[in-house]
């Protein structure tokens, strides 16, 4: 029998581009998806199970938790029976939708991330849940980091949210997208370049924990 040298290699070839078609893509988008460190999912349960210790704690007591943030991630604690957080930036609003793993009538605290998708009035993935916060939990104030000269208004409703890099990044996005930030805010400018109408959060973040009358409360 011969061998056809010449068409072995061909179809060789083939497979070969074949599998770099197929599997390239996926191994990128799955880089991109599962891009959260180890550290940061550590601290995420330990920051759960530290700020958990404030339910049994007494009015008055306070502590001081560290967080550590990924870029492009956020941590997100959805109020009881609501079934998204939402963070309005002036120039941006970020919304999370509520995961299935978190209990309806009690407190849930999340970590998530932003996935590059088509998806994209839902850009952002829960990676961790804890869906039992039984404490009347709130955040004074939302901006956490250095705030932008343009930045005038920065709220969040039915919980709270700490991101970082996320509201940057959708203001990176409309100005690619030829979108002037002036046409969605014109009083954005005062002060400053609109592009700046965020807070930037390093990587570390320390938060403060007071109870006072029942209620837990956190600033930085």
Do not use: H
Request: hydrophobic share 40%; net charge negative; glycine share 6%.
């Amino acid at each position: 029998m011969k061998w056809n040298k010449k068409g072995i290699m061909v179809k060789f070839l083939v497979v070969v581009l074949l599998s770099i078609i197929i599997f390239a893509p996926a191994c990128i988008i799955g880089s991109k998806f599962f891009r959260l460190s180890e550290q940061a999912k550590k601290n995420f349960v330990n920051f759960v199970d530290e700020m958990k210790k404030m339910e049994d704690a007494v009015d008055g007591e306070r502590t001081t938790l560290l967080l550590i943030l990924d870029k492009e991630t956020a941590i997100v604690y959805f109020e009881p029976n609501k079934p998204q957080a939402r963070l309005d930036a002036q120039l941006a609003e970020l919304i999370f939708d509520k995961p299935s793993s978190c209990q309806d009538d009690s407190g849930c605290l999340c970590l998530f991330r932003e996935i590059e998708d088509d998806d994209e009035e839902n850009p952002y993935q829960s990676a961790l849940c804890e869906s039992e916060i039984n404490m009347d939990l709130q955040m004074d104030d939302c901006g956490v980091g250095v705030k932008g000269n343009a930045l005038a208004r920065y709220q969040c409703y039915d919980g709270f949210v700490i991101e970082r890099n996320l509201v940057e990044n959708k203001l990176g996005l409309y100005q690619a997208l030829g979108i002037a930030l002036t046409a969605i805010s014109p009083t954005a400018a005062a002060g400053g370049n609109p592009g700046d109408a965020y807070y930037t959060a390093g990587r570390r973040v320390f938060i403060k924990a007071e109870k006072e009358n029942g209620v837990v409360s956190l600033s930085t």
